[in-house]
Structures are given as structure tokens and as C-alpha cells.
């Protein structure tokens, strides 16, 4: 997934993304797939792996977007395989506000 990840207002060397990547090999499957499903509309990696991911358009990678204020929750736009992500002030918050989004909004147009 890292490796076929496009970022918009980071890098791979931003801290948040760095914290975000510690954060997902910490999760447990169960949580993998709510990101996932959350991020994608799917909870499954497609057979051929994440560099085949589709999109509303045909294939399209995982995105990351800088976006939104540090005390809302993440977003996610399952048509482009987007993740908005505030620039959370620390490790904690971060881990926290992502929890919450991908457990409550994970079916679809859920809100949290």
C-alpha cells in the first residue's frame, strides 16, 4: 500500500504521513480493513495488490490529501481512493481522530 500511495500537500517525509505509516502497522486486520473500506469502498486488497486499485474512472492509486481543520476527523472519498487527512499536532490526536472516522464512517455515507 506505501509503495502505490500518491501524496497532495505531503511528502512521504512528512511527519504526519510518517505517524500514519507507524500508526497502520500497528492496527490489527479488523482495523486495516475499516481503513480500507473507509478509504476505498472495499475492505478486500484487490488479488493483483494495491497497484491495481480502481477508482470511478478506471485504475487509480491511494491518496493521501492534506486537508481540513487539525481538530476534524479524516474524510474519505471512496470514488478516487482519497484520504483527507488534517495536519494533526501529534501522534496521539492523530491516532485518535483516524480511530473514530474509520470505525464510525466506514459504511458509506455514515457520518461521525
Known amino acids: 500500500m506505501k509503495e502505490n500511495t500518491e501524496y497532495h500537500g505531503f511528502d512521504a517525509n512528512s511527519q504526519v504521513i510518517r505517524w500514519f505509516w507507524e500508526i497502520l502497522e500497528d492496527m490489527d486486520s ?3 480493513a475499516n481503513l480500507l473500506q473507509f ?5 478486500k486488497v484487490p488479488l493483483e495488490g494495491f497497484s491495481v486499485l480502481r477508482g470511478i474512472s478506471g485504475p ?13 476527523l479524516p474524510t474519505g472519498h471512496t470514488c478516487f481512493n482519497q484520504l483527507d487527512l488534517p495536519e494533526y499536532r501529534s501522534k496521539e490526536q492523530l491516532i485518535e481522530k483516524l480511530i473514530i472516522a474509520i470505525t464510525e464512517g466506514k459504511e458509506g455515507f455514515g457520518f461521525a
Do not use: D
Not at 478509504?39 to 475492505?43: I, K, L, R
Not at 487509480?60 to 476534524?72: D, L, R, T, V, W
Open 30 to 32: 479488523t482495523q486495516r
Open 60 to 72: 487509480q492509486k491511494f491518496q493521501i490529501h492534506k486537508a481540513g481543520n487539525p481538530e476534524a
Open 39 to 43: 478509504v476505498t469502498g472495499t475492505s
